[in-house]
Structure formats: C-alpha cells, structure tokens
C-alpha cells in the first residue's frame, strides 16, 4: 500500500514556495522502493537537490564525524501528526515521521576528488543544494513505522541524478583534498546490519531508533532559506513539535569546536555524539564499563583512570583509559587516533581519523589535574 501525504499548507513549506515548480509531494511507502525520488523527499531537479512539500532541514550543535562529509538533515511528518518534546532524550515522533540525512562533500578539482573544507552557504539552493557545487554520495532513511523504525540506505549515481537502495551498504573510493596533502580513502556506506549496529542504542530491546535529533542538539539557530530561526521554535511553528519549552530556557549541547566554551564541555558534548550511542549503561559496549554519555558523572565511568576490560591491541599498550594530563597515555585517543579496523574507535562510519576532534580529546586530557595510582 503506498499512502501520498503532504503537509498542504504552504505555511510549513520549507523549500520555496514561490517559482514555476512547486514542492514535489512526500510519498510515504509501506515497502522499499528503488528509487529514493519515489519517496518526494529530495529530489533533482532545476540543478539542485530540493526538498518535498513539508521537508524541513535541521542541523545540530554538534554532529557525527564522518570522514569530513557533510550532511543536510531533514524531517517530514504526516499532516496534523507532531513529535512530543522530551527534555534528556530523542523526540517522540509519531508513526509517519521520515528523517533523512544526505552526506556530500564540496566538489574537488577533479572527478574522484572531494574537498576538505567548512560548509557555506554557496552550496546552498534555498533549502537545499547546488549540485555544480557538491557531489553527493548518500541518503539515509529512518521511518516510524507502527511497529518501529526502518532503516534504508540509498547510493547516488556518478550523474547526480538518482539514488538506489543498497540494503548490501557500498565503497566509494575518494580522493580527500586537503591543502597539498590529498589522501585517498574509501567511504563506507553502511549495510543495513551496520545501521541497526549503530541505532538500536538499547542492547537489550535492539530497538532501532534516531541518535541525533534531540533538544540539546537541536536548540540552535539555523539559517532557513525563508530567514535564521531557532530550530525548536520552527518545528513548533511548522505543527511537528509540541510540548516543547521556550528556546533559550531548553538545553543547549555545546559546539564541540567553539573555543569559547571550555574545553571539558566541548570534549564531552564530542564524547556524546560520535561513542554515546554504544559507549552508555544500555548500549551494546555496556559491558565495557565506559560510559560517554553527557550524563555520565566524571569519574571511571568516563575512563579516568580506568583500566579496560578486553581490549587486545586497542589499549596501545597503555594502562588507562584516560590517564588525566597525559593523553598520549591514554588508551581512549590511541583508539580515536588509528584507522587500523581492530583498533580505531569508533568501529563503524568512518575510514579517516578526525584529526580536529582527537586535538580537542588530547586538550581535554591535557587539561585534567590528578594522577592514577598504580
């Protein structure tokens, strides 16, 4: 059964509303169509990615690293349906709600290369992209079904027209530009298996479920083709948000490479997003007694002076965790900082290391007073 929804009124319209070709219409299908455009979410047309009738775009405060991609965020709920605000954990979104995350990268200088560079707003077409502007590799899908979520991964053609569904994941091999050194990588998109490796942030329910979208890591502004607006006061305005607080008494996670916050709170909003999801008290790294959810209270749990439980190679032959005022002791930036597959933390979403963030881990480390007694 395939069910054509749109928001209908041209009020929640995030693309422009205005021009010769009006928003495609959001298609929500009860299978796994081929074609991403079957879906009306985002769609080529006019030299750009644009988005469907009611698709709205959201970032975050911080975000996963994922080998220097970036990403257009977007949701779309069904007419009259809204999310319900929850203070410390994702929003509650009705059955209907797709979320989906494209990953791009700036064009580099020849087919095969991509850019290491910030986002700007050049590569932006409304609420959209600029296709001559950036080379797109993948769109992932979560669906609320009645029974929970479904996870679909979707691959763009080398003619930037069309995205497929490759439930099997694909390699991308790039060419990474970074000022004179340009390093080769492949870019893993993952398989199914590997989503719900990474959702289902429960290890004993295995619930697949959205990481990123919650208050914390919404309350920002963003910069919406119609104007800069709060995040959470735009999904209010839109109809997909209730319950929620006004903004600037919400929580706020810290930008993890904003050096006008401190440094501990930038390192642990870093922690949150690219370990929390396994690193927690439920999460499938459970056993390992390393807990890097923002919640968590400084302390063994986060790794302070902390000895691992199995590791093998991955401790560098190093004694702790963390061992306060010596990061290149500590085992958690010698994990952070290899790309070896049985060392490199994370495991999965990505091929590259961060370079920026292990500099902000090895600060934070650096930071620490105390010493751990052998």
């Keep these: 059964m395939i069910r054509a929804l749109s928001a209908g009124v041209c009020a929640l319209v995030l693309a422009a509303c205005g021009g010769e070709n009006p928003p495609q219409t959001v298609t929500l299908h009860d299978d796994n169509p081929v074609n991403l455009s079957d879906w009306g979410l985002v769609t080529v047309a006019n030299g750009a990615l644009e988005l469907g009738d009611g698709v709205t775009p959201y970032d975050l405060n911080t975000p996963l690293f994922t080998d220097y991609a970036h990403k257009l965020r977007t949701v779309w709920m069904p007419e009259g349906a809204s999310a319900q605000y929850r203070e410390g954990d994702v929003l509650d979104f009705p059955v209907g709600t797709v979320i989906t995350k494209t990953f791009y990268y700036p064009r580099g200088t020849a087919p095969g290369r991509v850019a290491k560079a910030p986002e700007t707003a050049s590569e932006r077409a409304g609420n959209g992209l600029k296709l001559d502007q950036v080379r797109l590799i993948e769109t992932r899908l979560l669906i609320r079904d009645e029974d929970g979520w479904r996870a679909l991964p979707y ?63 919404l309350n920002k502004t963003y910069a919406y083709a119609e104007g800069a607006q709060n995040q959470i006061a735009k999904l209010v305005e839109a109809g997909y948000l209730i319950g929620a607080p006004a903004a600037e008494t919400a929580p706020a996670l810290p930008v993890w490479d904003d050096e006008s916050a401190p440094v501990t709170a930038r390192a642990r909003a870093y922690l949150d997003v690219n370990c929390a999801h396994c690193h927690n008290p439920a999460g499938p790294a459970d056993t390992s007694g390393l807990h890097l959810n923002v919640e968590a209270e400084e302390g063994a749990h986060l790794g302070v002076c902390k000895p691992p439980i199995a590791a093998g190679r991955g401790s560098g032959g ?14 958690l930036l010698f994990r952070m900082r290899s790309d070896a597959p049985d060392i490199m ?22 930071w620490m007073d105390g010493a751990c007694r052998s």
């Design 155 to 217: 691959v763009w053609n080398a003619e930037q027209s069309e995205a497929t569904l490759q439930r099997g994941g694909a390699v991308k091999r790039l060419t990474l530009e970074d000022g004179d050194q340009p390093r080769d990588f492949a870019y893993i998109v993952p398989d199914a298996n590997q989503c719900k490796g990474c959702h289902a942030t429960n290890n004993t329910t295995r619930e697949i479920r959205p990481i990123g979208p919650k208050p914390r890591n």
């Design 345 to 366: 933390m994370p495991e999965l979403g990505r091929s590259l290391i961060h370079e920026e963030g292990a500099d902000l881990i090895k600060a934070w480390i650096a």
């Design 318 to 331: 190093h004694t702790y965790g963390v061992t306060p005022g010596a990061p290149d002791e500590s085992i």
